[in-house]
């Protein structure tokens, strides 16, 4: 029996909107100075986008922050610390479970910040006028 290949599935409607919603929520505790590690207090920290997983049990939380300062250990922080804002996720959603986050560093800016530069490099001078 052949098998098709497939990648990972897109995310459903679902998914995608409580993504949003846990995004608002995680931004809105980060906001309120509720962290008390020193790796993440006062860090200037921006979640770019958050992926439940099809189940929502699991949620995976892409950040960045300003500058790119201190990204390794304030993410870092964030994982060490994530129990502070899931019981604070908890107390604002009315889903079943509330979400596990695992805090990444999101790449989506650095790898189109390449693509341009690819685009860029490749065009001969008479495309640039």
């Known amino acids: ?4 290949k497939r990648g990972p599935r897109p995310a459903s409607k679902r ?5 949003e919603e846990l995004r608002h929520i995680i931004a809105s505790v980060l906001a309120r100075d ?6 993440v207090a ?20 892409y950040v ?3 500058g790119g300062v201190n990204e390794d250990v304030v993410i870092a922080g ?20 509330t979400p596990r986050l695992s805090f990444k560093k999101d790449d989506s800016f650095d790898y189109g910040s390449h693509i341009d530069a690819l685009i ?10």
């Open 34 to 39: 509720l962290i008390h590690d020193p790796d």
């Open 1 to 4: 029996m052949a098998h098709s």
């Open 120 to 129: 860029r490099k490749n065009k001969t001078p008479e495309e640039s006028q």
């Open 64 to 66: 960045t922050t300003l």
């Open 15 to 19: 998914q995608l909107r409580v993504g």
């Open 78 to 97: 964030l994982n060490r610390t994530s129990a502070v804002i899931q019981a604070e996720m908890g107390r604002q959603l009315t889903m079943k479970f």
């Open 42 to 61: 006062g860090a200037s920290v921006t979640i770019t986008e958050v992926k439940p997983s099809p189940d929502m049990r699991n949620a995976t939380v």
